[in-house]
C-alpha cells in the first residue's frame, strides 16, 4: 500500500536510529506513521509503502516499509520545509522572503542559481552560496536513502553509511558496490554481487573476490562465531563466488597482508581464520583475563569455610557440591569461567 501526503507534526523520534512516530496527512485524511524515517522533518513530502496495523494502546498505524522523500509542490508546503529549520541561514522570515519573491521557482534558484537569491535583504553572496550548499547538502541525503533501497539496505542503514561515506556516498558505492558489505551489517551479498555484475564488475575481479570472503566470515559471527576453519572458509567462498580456488586463496593471503583478517595456526596444523576486529577483540579479552589472574587476590575472605556454613544454616540452603565448587573458584581465584544453560525454577 502506498500513500503521499506531508508530515503534520513528528510525535516521537528515538535520535539513535531514526525510528519515528509521525502525524502524516494525505489528500484524504490524517495518520499516524511508524517506522524508521532519518532525515525527515515536520513539513516534509513523502510517498510511503507499507501496511496498516492496529496498535493494542494506540490504535491503527501505518506502518512504513520503504519511504522516498519528495520535493513539496505547493508554495506553501515549500515555505513550510524551507523554514523547519534544517537549511543553514533560512528561517521562517527569510523562507516567506523567499517565497514571495520566487514562488515556485525557488527550488530551482537554490539548486542552480543561488546568486539570484542576492535581491533578498539581508542575503549576500556568500550567505546565498551557504544556503545553497545546505539545501542541495539535503537534497543529496534524499537520493541516497532511495538508492540504496535496491541494495536491500533500509533508511537506517542509509544513514549510517552516508555518515560514513558523506556527500560522494552515491559516487563511491557505483564505483565499488561492495564497500556496503563493510558499511552495514544488513547489507546482503548476493543481491549487491548481482546489480555490481550488471554494473560491469568481472566475476573473477579481486574487489569482488576478497568483499565475498570477508562476506563468509560475516555469516559465521552471525552464528556466533568469532573464527571459521581455513578449510570451510575455503569451499563455502568457492561456491559462494563461482571462481577457482587459486583465486580465493590469493585473495585470503592478500586481505592477511593488508591485515583485515588474521590466520592462526592452532593445535593438529589447524589454521583459523578471523575478520581483523573480531581477533583484535578476543585478543584483547583474553590479555585482560591474563593480567586479572595474575594480579593479587584481594578479595580473598578469611575463614571462608566457617562463614559459608554459618550462611547455609541462616538461610536454610543447603548447596550441592557442584555449587560450593563454584562458590570456592570464585574465592580462590581471580577470574573464573562458569558456562553452562540456564535452569529454570
Not at 209 to 235: D, F
Not at 262 to 279: C, F
Not at 295 to 311: C, G, P, S, W
Request: net charge negative; charged share 30%; glycine share 6%.
Amino acid at each position: 500500500m502506498e500513500l503521499k501526503g506531508e508530515i503534520k507534526e513528528i510525535i516521537y523520534r528515538n535520535e539513535i536510529n531514526s525510528y519515528t512516530i509521525a502525524n502524516f496527512e494525505t489528500e484524504e485524511e490524517e495518520t499516524t506513521i511508524v517506522g524508521y524515517l532519518p532525515f525527515i522533518e515536520k513539513g516534509d513530502t513523502l510517498s510511503v509503502t507499507g501496511n496498516i496495523v492496529e496498535h493494542p494502546d494506540y490504535g491503527t498505524q501505518f506502518k512504513v516499509e520503504t519511504f522516498e522523500k519528495l520535493m513539496p509542490e505547493s508554495v506553501e508546503a515549500i515555505e513550510k520545509y524551507l523554514s523547519n529549520g534544517k537549511i543553514k541561514g533560512v528561517g521562517p522570515a527569510t523562507a516567506k522572503k523567499m517565497i514571495d519573491r520566487f514562488g515556485k521557482e525557488v527550488i530551482s534558484i537554490l539548486r542552480y542559481e543561488p546568486e539570484k537569491l542576492v535581491c533578498i535583504k539581508g542575503i549576500t553572496k556568500e550567505k546565498a552560496i551557504e544556503i545553497s550548499d545546505s539545501f542541495n547538502s539535503n537534497w543529496d541525503i534524499w537520493k541516497i536513502v532511495s538508492y540504496l533501497e535496491k541494495f536491500g539496505i533500509g533508511a537506517s542503514g542509509a544513514e549510517t553509511i552516508y555518515k560514513k561515506l558523506g556527500p560522494n556516498t552515491i559516487e563511491q558505492i557505483e564505483s565499488n558496490p561492495y564497500i556496503l558489505i563493510d558499511l552495514s551489517s544488513k547489507a546482503n551479498f548476493m543481491q549487491i554481487d548481482k546489480i555490481a555484475i550488471e554494473m560491469g564488475m568481472d566475476l573473477d575481479s579481486d574487489i569482488r573476490i576478497r568483499s565475498g570472503i570477508k562476506y563468509a566470515l560475516k555469516l559465521a559471527t552471525n552464528n556466533g562465531h568469532c573464527t571459521v576453519l581455513y578449510e570451510n572458509l575455503l569451499q563455502f567462498s568457492k561456491e559462494l563466488l563461482g571462481v577457482s580456488e587459486e583465486m580465493i586463496e590469493n585473495n585470503i593471503i592478500f586481505l592477511q597482508a593488508n591485515k583485515e583478517i588474521t590466520i592462526e595456526d592452532r593445535e593438529n596444523n589447524k589454521e583459523w581464520v578471523y575478520l581483523q576486529n573480531y581477533y583484535n577483540a578476543e585478543k584483547n579479552i583474553a590479555e585482560n583475563l591474563l593480567a586479572l589472574d595474575n594480579y593479587l587476590n584481594v578479595k580473598e575472605i578469611d575463614n571462608f569455610d566457617k562463614k559459608l556454613k554459618k550462611i547455609e544454616k541462616n538461610s536454610d540452603i543447603e548447596l550441592s557440591e557442584k555449587q560450593k565448587e563454584a562458590i570456592y573458584a570464585v574465592q580462590n581465584n581471580n577470574v573464573c569461567v562458569i558456562t553452562g544453560g540456564p535452569r529454570y525454577w
